[in-house]
């Protein structure tokens, strides 16, 4: 902490270190949540969006779109590692996270903002609203399903929707996919609505065996911005 706070004093004095000192306050914020200071955390992090907006931040000419991304996750990751989990604050972070990348024009973003709030209604049971996000998540990776056919349809029809499916070879995308797949089965499976769960987990099955895994083997993901 005491050398976070040197070095936003030396970034200060020194305007050609002025663009460190957004990481630099990102980086007090973070450790302060690690050292369950969660409200000086979040006064930081309110503190660090509203330069967003700002013509000269922090004495730079422009706050750079991955760094707001990254403060806006931040901001998020903390709202729901806090116990209870702060919804409010984890799903106003998300729209404002989704609005920064309509405006910046960043699809991949808006991608992760959709299946991100997916993930969590459905991690905090909220099903009256998951079907709602399952839409524009699916919508999002061009995914389109109809009701399973009847159960006296043959193995070769249903062998054909296998190979009528989306396949992915963006790995960003592909990583996407597959928690929206596993998702929409988990969703559907607890509505009791089997016929809508079953093209999805045939989708998601297809996609596994043809090891779509090995796109991201290490579990990291980039997403390409337009800046």
């Known amino acids: 902490m005491n050398a976070i706070g040197k070095g936003l004093l030396v970034a200060q004095k020194n305007n050609s270190l002025a663009v460190y000192k957004q990481e630099l306050t990102l ?87 959709h299946v991100l709030r997916l993930r969590i209604l459905v991690d905090a049971a909220m099903w009256d609203n998951v079907q709602d996000s399952l839409s524009l998540a699916e919508s999002a990776l061009g995914l389109i399903y109809e009701d399973t056919p009847p159960p006296s349809s043959s193995k070769e029809e249903r062998g054909g929707e296998k190979e009528n499916c989306i396949v992915f070879e963006n790995a960003f995308e592909a990583s996407m996919a597959v928690h929206t797949l596993i998702l929409g089965v988990v969703y559907y499976t607890h509505v009791g609505q089997a016929s809508k769960a079953s093209p999805r987990l045939s989708h998601l099955h297809g996609l596994l065996d043809s090891d779509i895994l090995k796109l991201f083997p290490n579990g990291t993901l980039k997403a390409r911005l337009s800046m």
């Open 27 to 113: 980086t007090h914020a973070k450790l302060a949540h690690w050292q369950h200071n969660e409200k000086f955390s979040k006064s930081m992090l309110k503190r660090l969006t509203t330069t967003f907006t700002d013509t000269k931040p922090f004495g730079m000419t422009k706050t750079p779109p991955w760094f707001i991304y990254t403060t806006h996750l931040t901001a998020i990751s903390h709202a729901l590692s806090s116990n209870p989990p702060d919804l409010k604050d984890a799903f106003g972070g998300l729209q404002t996270l989704l609005s920064a990348a309509e405006l910046h024009r960043d699809p991949a973003v808006v991608l992760l903002t």
